[in-house]
């Protein structure tokens, strides 16, 4: 009996792990569940530049980026003849690229209607004074650089 009583303990616990085994799934399913969660349109910490690293809350240090660049942008723009050529110009909108690798990228955004301006040459003059930045460090998503893209209204003769 003994023997009878060992053997079925043994069939019970061998059939037992077949019925418990769960389905475990894939890495790729894991990876694309994994990817679904995360918000691709935004970042964990928005580009910066060393003068606003050391401000703690997030909503100010960005806020002291984008006031530092459209400030740059305006100073650099001031000192040329964009104000001259076109006076009816008092605000340009610049698109800003910053790559992963800390470069950066300016291009004016016109209105769909505007025929009355050069926009080769207005693109031309943005690239000619818009260089020399200092040092931009990337948006970061999950640890890593990631490319950014923004629109900053820039105020043209700020002496006026």
């Known amino acids: 009996m003994k023997k009878h009583g060992l053997l079925f303990l043994l069939f019970v616990a061998i059939t037992s792990c077949q019925f418990s085994d769960k389905k475990v799934q894939s890495e790729d399913d894991l990876l694309q569940k994994e990817l679904k969660k995360i918000d691709w349109k935004k970042v964990d910490a928005f580009p910066t530049i060393d003068a606003c690293e050391a ?41 800003v690229t910053v790559f992963p690798d800390a470069t950066i990228k300016f291009e004016p ?20 004074r818009l260089v020399d930045f200092p040092k931009i460090n990337p948006a970061i998503k999950r640890g890593v650089p990631v490319k950014t893209q923004f629109i900053l209204p820039v105020i043209l003769n700020v002496e006026k």
């Open 109 to 128: 955004q016109f209105p769909k209607d505007s025929v009355a301006y050069d926009k080769v040459k207005i693109d031309s003059i943005l690239h000619n």
């Open 55 to 95: 401000i703690s809350d997030e909503t100010q240090r960005r806020q002291c980026f984008f006031e530092y660049l459209t400030q740059t942008i305006q100073e650099k723009l001031n000192i040329d003849t964009l104000a001259i050529l076109y006076p009816e110009i008092d605000t340009i909108s610049v698109k």
